[in-house]
Nanobody
C-alpha cells in the first residue's frame, strides 16, 4: 500500500517562504522514478487544483498563479518531492497534497499552509 506523507506546512506572513516535502513509501524506486509527481492544493470551499508537477525526466510545469514563485523538485533515491514556495500570498492558503498526475495513489493527509496578510 502506497502512503504519501506531506509535511512542512504552517503559518507564514505574506511575502515569506516555505518548503514542503512529500515522502512516498510502499512503492519501488523504479515505480516512483517512472512517474510524474505533482503538488496539489485545496482551499476551503474550493476544489483541488494542481499547482505544479515534475516529470520522470525532471521537466517541470506550473499553474500560472505560482509561476516564478514556486519550485518543484524530486529526489528519486529518497522517494521524495519538494515544493519551495517563495513570495507567498494569502491566496496560497490551502491544504497541500502530492500525488501522481495520473492513476493516482491514495491521497495523504496533506499539510496546511496558511499565509497571513
Amino acid at each position: 500500500q502506497v502512503q504519501l506523507v506531506e509535511s512542512g506546512g504552517g503559518l507564514v506572513q505574506a511575502g515569506g517562504s516555505m518548503r514542503l516535502s512529500c515522502a512516498v513509501s510502499g512503492t519501488t524506486f523504479s515505480t516512483f522514478s517512472f512517474n510524474a509527481i505533482g503538488w496539489y492544493r485545496q482551499a476551503l470551499g474550493k476544489s483541488r487544483e494542481r499547482v505544479a508537477f515534475i516529470s520522470n525526466t525532471g521537466s517541470t510545469n506550473y499553474t500560472d498563479s505560482v509561476k516564478g514563485r514556486f519550485t518543484i523538485s524530486r529526489d528519486n533515491r529518497e522517494r521524495t518531492v519538494h515544493l519551495q514556495m517563495n513570495s507567498l500570498k494569502p491566496e496560497d492558503t490551502a491544504v497541500y497534497y502530492c500525488n501522481k498526475i495520473s492513476l493516482q495513489w491514495p491521497w495523504g493527509q496533506g499539510t496546511q499552509v496558511t499565509v497571513s496578510s
